[in-house]
Nanobody, 122 residues
């Protein structure tokens, strides 16, 4: 079992900044990718940003230049610095991690955090 615990989020005015953090723990052998997704009411969950263990990143077009994803491989943590926030960034943000567990068969895992609310007021 791999658990993800998120922190951060909250209410901020448009143009402001927030930082989300997430830590993976449990039976981890290796975490390949870590990332953030978001889901606004009535919408499907969408990718915000992901980062590989090698440091390669992918961002949604809507957040490029405003959000920065980073990770600490030694601590199995990932953070999302969100600047110049817009009301359309309002959503529940979910941490995601994928990799392999440390059981004897090195089973793959994909885990999600419980979600944290980000609300941007205009």
């Amino acid at each position: 079992q791999v658990q993800l615990v998120e922190s951060g989020g909250g209410l901020v005015q448009a143009g402001g900044s927030l930082r989300l953090s997430c830590e993976a723990s449990g039976s981890i052998f290796r975490v390949n990718t870590m990332g953030w997704y978001r889901q606004a009411p009535g919408n499907e969950r969408e990718l915000v940003a992901i980062v590989t263990s090698g440091g390669s990143t992918i961002y949604a077009d809507s957040v490029k230049g405003r959000f920065t994803i980073s990770r600490d491989n030694a601590k199995n943590t990932v953070s999302l610095q969100m600047n110049s926030l817009k009301p359309e960034d309002t959503a529940v943000y979910y941490c995601n991690a994928a990799g392999y567990t440390d059981d004897y068969i090195r089973a793959p895992f994909i885990s999600w955090g419980q979600g944290t609310q980000v609300t941007v007021s205009s």
